[in-house]
């Protein structure tokens, strides 16, 4: 009985995992979507500004399930490593976007969106 609960908590945390890390890829990728609007419409800004707090919530999300996928699941602790990685990434990403280092932010995002979508992959 209790193998099976420990299969079930493990299952719904990798499941947890993969959605939030969907949902991480999916706001950068919109991100770089209000990235073109900034420089097309006058809109853009507030929409770059209000993806970029929705993508670092999603970067913390993640972190969130990969947390509770390693602990309560018993699953490996390298998604934790990589979470927190990316939460590190999207932390220079607003700092960087803040401080208006155009440079350095969009190869970073571009780096970010590759990352993502490998993690996504990979689970």
């Known amino acids: 009985m209790a193998t099976q609960v420990t299969a079930t908590t493990a299952r719904r945390s990798s499941s947890f995992l993969r959605i939030a890390i969907a949902l991480q890829t999916l706001t950068i990728f919109l991100q770089a979507v209000s990235a073109g609007l900034l420089l097309t419409v006058s809109y853009g800004e507030t929409l770059h500004s209000v993806g970029a707090r929705v993508m670092y ?21 390298r ?40 993690a996504l992959t990979r689970r």
């Open 79 to 118: 998604p934790v490593w990589h979470a927190s990685g990316f939460l590190v990434l999207a932390s220079v990403q607003v700092v960087l976007g803040i401080a208006h280092v155009p440079s350095v932010h969009l190869p970073l995002g571009v780096l970010m969106f590759g990352l993502s979508v490998l």
């Open 57 to 77: 919530g999603a970067s913390m999300l993640y972190v969130l399930a990969a947390v509770l996928a390693w602990k309560p699941g018993g699953g490996s602790p």
